[in-house]
């Protein structure tokens, strides 16, 4: 089978990592640098990936996280946050790459897109995260090591243990590492005919 959809196939929310493992920083840079490919509407990259790694700044998050063992167990957490004002922070560099006439088309699609419109900014800033994430993932797992989505804990705690900026949002957490033991059996998938629709409603 084709090695991407090896990777999603084996793709599992690991619960118990091996704490003692260390990802080395030239594969979690590449880990990192691979979520970077998710897109993202109009190429304002707007996901932020907060590696934490201090065990300090862990058993604080583990404590507004219904203590779940794998925020203190992983090798790597990251933090998926969005920042929601990244439409105005130096738009040209999001086209630096393009012709003049083309960045500066798309500079001004970008303003008048998000400008005044906070809904837009939140919710696009959400979708560009969630891609991020399943892309961290996978990259993750094409490296050989596990990973757990998360989002059971206080947002607004954990916002403030990272001092988040007020024009960013969080959005998940990924736990990376090397699993332990055996998964469990896994819950299933709801047949094909219950999610896939075609045409109308």
Known sequence: MNAILDT???????????????????????????????????????????????????????????????????????????????????????????????????????????ENNPAMQRDEAFRSAGMAAYALMMAATAHGYDTCPMDGFDFEQVAEIIRLPKDHALVMFVAIGKGTGELPPHGGRIPDADIIVHDRF
Not at 9 to 34: C, N, S, V, W, Y
Not at 72 to 91: Q, R
């Open 8 to 114: 999603m196939l084996a793709r599992r929310a690991t619960k118990r990592f091996d704490g003692t493992h260390r990802i080395p920083d030239e594969t979690l840079a590449a880990i990192l640098h691979a979520a970077r490919t998710a897109p993202t509407a109009f190429n304002i990259q707007n996901w932020r990936f907060l590696v934490v790694r201090d065990p300090a700044v862990r058993a604080e998050i583990k404590a507004v996280a219904w203590n779940q063992p794998q925020i203190e167990e992983c090798s790597a957490l990251i933090v998926l946050c969005a920042d929601m004002h990244a439409y105005a922070k130096n738009p040209g560099r999001y086209w630096k790459d393009a012709p003049e006439a083309m960045r500066e088309k798309y500079v001004g699609m970008i303003t008048q897109f998000y």
